[in-house]
C-alpha cells in the first residue's frame, strides 16, 4: 500500500502544473541541450527544405494506431505541413494521460507513429528535430521521470524517429 501511495504522490507531482495539451511550434531555431549527451542542438542543425504541391490522402491502414482512431482526426490536423519538409504531426490524448500522436507523410499518405510524452511537443516545419516534453521557457528541463525531455530526429531513408542521447 505504501508503494502505490509513494507510487501515485511521484506521479502528480510531477503532473503538477503540466499542460497536458501543450503544443509548441517553433519558427525559429531554438538551442536545446540534450541532459544525457550535454551537446547542444538547434533545430537548425537538422534543417530540410519543406514540400510545395498537392497533398497526399492519408492511409490509415498503413498504421495500426492510424487505423484505429483514424476516425478520430479532425480534418484539418492533416491539412497542414508542420514537421520535417513534409509531414502534419496529429496528436491525441492517450486513456493513462498520455499524449501520442501519428504523422501524415504528405507525399505518400503512409502515417508514423511519433514517441509518446507526457507535456507535449516542440517541433518546425523546417527541421527534423523533435523535442518530446520540451524544456520550459525558462530552458529549465524537466525533472520528473514521466516528463523527461527527449531528443529525437526523424530518419526519413529508415522511416523512423532516433534518439539522439542514444546515437550522438
Partial sequence: MRLYLLTLIIFASCKNGADSNKKTVVDSPQIVQSSDTGKVYTFSDF?????????AIPKFESNPLAHKYGLNYPPSGVEKLDFAGHFAIVR???????????MVDFVNGDIFELPKCTLGYSYT?????????????????NNCYYCKTQYWIWDDST?????LAAHH
Avoid: M
Fill in 47 to 55: 534543417k530540410v527544405d519543406t514540400i510545395k504541391g498537392k497533398i
Fill in 125 to 141: 516545419k523546417t527541421s527534423r528535430l523533435l523535442i518530446v516534453n520540451p524544456p520550459s521557457k525558462n530552458g529549465q528541463e
Fill in 92 to 102: 491525441f490524448q492517450h486513456p493513462a494521460d498520455d499524449i501520442g500522436g501519428v
Fill in 159 to 163: 522511416k523512423v524517429f532516433k534518439d
